[in-house]
Nanobody
Framework: LEKLVESGGGSVQTGGSLRLSCKNN??????MAWFRQAPGKDREAVAS????????LYADSVKGRFAISRDNAQASAFLQMDNLKPEDSGVYYC????????????????????WGQGTQVTVSA
């Protein structure tokens, strides 16, 4: 059984919406985040959420268009993506960490201990 399982990716046109889900199947974690990676590019942060408090961080490129949320009872995090653009295309990965403290550096990939397999998002012009 995979410990972090993403779902919800797909193909949409510019301006469309998608909602990603990340289910935590067994880790004790305090922060979850979404990252993405386009072909030939480095993995980049999208958004993070501190599970106990709900405090969030967003990459500048998605502010006002994406919203991260969590459901502690379901041990899950979600990413609502609206007004999608072609540059949002890539594989979206869910990360999670045991680090209990919210920090302004929570958009750094090296802070995350666990990763899902990724889900593809494709936005066509």
């Amino acid at each position: 059984l995979e410990k972090l399982v993403e779902s919800g990716g797909g193909s949409v046109q510019t301006g469309g919406s998608l909602r990603l889900s990340c289910k935590n199947n067994g880790y004790t974690v305090y922060k979850m985040a979404w990252f993405r990676q386009a072909p030939g590019k480095d993995r980049e942060a999208v958004a993070s959420i501190h599970m106990p408090t709900g405090r969030m961080l967003y990459a500048d490129s998605v502010k006002g268009r994406f919203a991260i949320s969590r459901d502690n009872a379901q041990a899950s995090a979600f990413l609502q993506m609206d007004n999608l653009k072609p540059e949002d295309s890539g594989v979206y990965y869910c990360g999670a960490t045991r680090d209990p403290q919210f920090a302004s550096s929570d958009l750094l990939a090296e802070k995350y201990d666990f990763w899902g397999q990724g889900t593809q998002v494709t936005v066509s012009a």
